[in-house]
């Protein structure tokens, strides 16, 4: 195993051993960290008994749920979610995401918003001074609306745009929405909170991948140890530990 797949699983079982354990409806993304997560979430069910209830965000994740024999509910039965576990593509130093790169980004960002708490799990190369640094801003859109909203951001904010095609099909990536997903690079954000609301004001755009002000403990795992980031929501404080 890499020193980089030992941070994930480290940051992954960190996560679960940070579940209360009053804490029965779960929120669980997508993404190659939370795959370890889940098979932590399941020794910990067996362990202590726990009776939970999974929300999953994409088709990948029900699947890895489904197979690990933990039960699956939704927000329609659940609309209030004790905890998220969720990756990201991008962490800010105020703990900001951007997300997205498995295209399950809208699905993720309601489950998550709808959380009590939400805690992400990476590894360092995940880590970035301003967003948009290394990863394009994928954005989901009604696949009708794709010129139309190509045409509007290369005209307001970039030229490198573009339509996310399959790697092993023709054409365009397919959400499990029904989705096109469109990525854009911005090289640097410098007012993400201005660009989330207007891009969502574009006719066509469903949801973009800024998920901002909304993450309560990032997990950061290294080679031997994993550094805990934790905002207090009304001061806006982050608490740097690690063990």
Do not use: C, W
Not at 55 to 79: M, Q, V
Not at 131 to 159: C, N, S
């Amino acid at each position: 195993m890499t020193n980089q797949e030992q941070g994930k699983k480290l940051a992954a079982r960190r996560s679960i051993d940070l579940l209360h354990d009053s804490d029965r409806i779960i929120g669980v993304g997508s993404g190659s960290t939370v795959r370890y997560a889940i098979g932590f979430l399941k020794e910990r069910m067996k362990r202590d008994g726990l009776d939970i209830r999974a929300i999953p965000t994409s088709y990948e994740t029900r699947f890895l749920l489904i197979e690990n024999g933990i039960p699956i509910t939704t927000l329609a039965e659940h609309p209030i979610v004790d905890v998220a576990i969720d990756g990201a593509d991008e962490v800010d130093p105020n703990l900001n995401l951007i997300k997205g790169g498995g295209a399950a980004l809208t699905l993720e960002k309601i489950v998550d918003f709808a959380a009590r708490r939400l805690i992400i799990i990476v590894d360092p190369s995940k880590l970035v001074k301003t967003l948009g640094e290394r990863f394009a801003l994928p954005i989901a859109i009604i696949p009708e609306a794709h010129e139309t909203v190509l045409r509007a951001i290369k005209e307001k904010y970039t030229q490198d745009v573009k339509i996310r095609l399959a790697s092993r099909k023709l054409g365009p990536v397919v959400t499990d929405n029904g989705n096109f997903i469109i990525d854009a690079k911005f090289n640097a954000i410098s007012n993400p909170e201005t660009l989330e609301r207007d891009l969502n004001l574009i006719p066509g755009v469903v949801e973009n991948g800024l998920f901002l002000d909304m993450t309560d403990v990032v997990l950061i795992g290294k080679e031997n140890s994993v550094e805990q980031r934790v905002k207090d929501k009304k001061s806006g404080q982050v608490t740097i530990t690690d063990s």
